[in-house]
């Protein structure tokens, strides 16, 4: 079946660290690649999104996600976090191709500490 | 653009009782689609419409369970008997065309006491 893996359920960091976020899916064919945010309260907002071309993709507040088709990853990295950025995330993935029918990963939740 | 809206917000009622929820899309979107998100499962696609039309209702958990969309503008969720499990946050998301992904609104939490 397809799935979607978020490994990291929780993480803790503290403001000016590294983030990566990990994101896998289970799935031979195209597909096209999500992360969304979800500030605590808040609905989720798009961060970023990959379809086609250039696999390292850049997102709003200094997001990027790289999409390696061999390891079926799409890891979510910012070099420096803020206390803001304090959220969950949640990777999602289209196997239909049109890019609309989305299945969620589990959500990782991240606190970042000052 | 006032986003995609959902109403009510909050939502308490008895077991047993019929619970609608209502979703406005982002004006010119043609796909609509209904969340749930819970702390054991996540956040499951329930069901999905395509120019006011029911797609895909394989995620629908049970009979009890409806959605509609009577318009490009208006859709709701329909839970008749309520039961404690179906306690929830409730989204719904809009989405123009293809490879766009989907804008969600605020959400609505559920609870079946």
């Known amino acids: 079946a397809q799935s979607v893996s978020q490994h990291n359920h929780h993480v803790i960091l503290s403001e000016a660290a590294s983030l990566e976020l990990g994101c896998n899916y289970s799935y031979g064919g195209t597909v096209n690649l999500f992360w969304y945010v979800q500030y605590p309260g808040q609905h989720l907002q798009l961060l970023l999104k990959y379809f086609s071309g250039d696999p390292l993709v850049k997102g709003i507040k200094g997001f990027e996600a790289e999409f390696i088709k061999s390891k079926f990853s799409f890891n979510l990295r910012k070099p420096s976090v803020q206390w803001s950025d304090t959220a969950e995330y949640f990777c999602a993935v289209d196997f239909t191709g049109g890019g609309n029918k989305l299945t969620f990963g589990t959500g990782t939740q991240l606190k970042v500490e000052l | 653009d006032a986003g995609v809206i959902q109403s009510p917000r909050h939502e308490v009622t008895e077991m047993g009782q019929e619970v609608t929820l209502r979703c406005k899309p982002i004006?010119?979107?043609?796909?609509l689609f209904w969340y749930r998100q819970t702390m054991m499962r996540g956040l499951e696609l329930l069901i999905y419409?395509?120019?006011?039309?029911?797609?895909?209702d394989s995620g629908m958990p049970e009979d009890r369970f409806s959605a509609k969309m009577p318009n490009a503008s208006f859709s709701t969720l329909k839970i008749q008997p309520s039961e404690p499990r179906d306690s929830a946050v409730y989204f719904c998301a809009s989405s123009s065309g293809t490879h766009r992904g989907a804008f969600f609104g605020q959400g609505t939490r559920l609870t079946v006491v």
């Open positions: 004006s010119g979107h043609d796909y």
């Open positions: 419409f395509n120019n006011n039309v029911p797609i895909d």
